[in-house]
């Protein structure tokens, strides 16, 4: 089985660039005297700090759900999968793969955390000296489809 998720790298950065011109426009009409709330007066810098908080807080929340480009592949005797995180353009990630052999591959979990938004997949791998559990693969950005083809592939 053989599969990738290449549509959520697009998706990441069309969520990012509206984000930016969001942020841009709003931080923006702060500085003008646009905003005249009479239940929230503060002078314009301080409506440009509340936009910069807010945008932070949300840009913190956004990126800690880690979204993940995966590739995965199965047809032959390993399991190969391909991935990294998916970050602003500034920080450029390092791609990873982890690569096993299905007569060592012992089984895998799924664990869930940040309120059930955040998905890892953690594989086992039997080694000489034991089972060796991988670092997480974060796989919220896979579709249901995609979701259900990762399962079947690794319960043979």
Same mark, same amino acid.
């Given at each position: 089985m053989e599969f990738e998720n290449?549509?959520?790298?697009?998706?990441y950065m069309k969520i990012e660039g509206i984000l930016l011109v969001a942020f841009g426009s709003l931080f923006s009409l702060a500085f003008l005297d646009?905003?005249?709330?009479? /239940?929230?007066?503060?002078?314009?810098?301080? /409506?440009?700090?509340?936009?910069f908080l807010i945008f932070v807080l949300g840009g913190y929340l956004w990126h800690s759900l880690y979204h993940t480009y995966i590739s995965f592949n199965s047809k032959?005797?390993?399991?190969?999968?391909?991935?990294?995180?998916?970050?602003?353009?500034?920080?450029?990630?390092?791609?990873?793969?982890?690569?096993i052999p299905k007569s060592s591959y012992v089984? /895998?979990?799924?664990?869930?955390?940040?309120?059930?938004k955040r998905k890892a997949l953690y594989l086992f791998q039997k080694t000489a000296k034991g089972v060796v559990k991988y670092?997480?693969?974060y796989i919220n950005s896979l579709n249901d489809t995609e979701m259900y083809k990762l399962k079947q592939a690794l319960k043979f």
């Open positions: 290449g549509r959520v790298i697009l998706n646009v905003y005249q709330n009479p /239940y929230l007066p503060l002078e314009n810098y301080q /409506y440009g700090i509340l936009i032959s005797d390993t399991i190969v999968i391909k991935y990294f995180r998916l970050m602003p353009k500034i920080i450029k990630p390092k791609p990873k793969m982890i690569k089984k /895998y979990e799924i664990k869930t955390s940040y309120f059930g670092p997480p693969i």
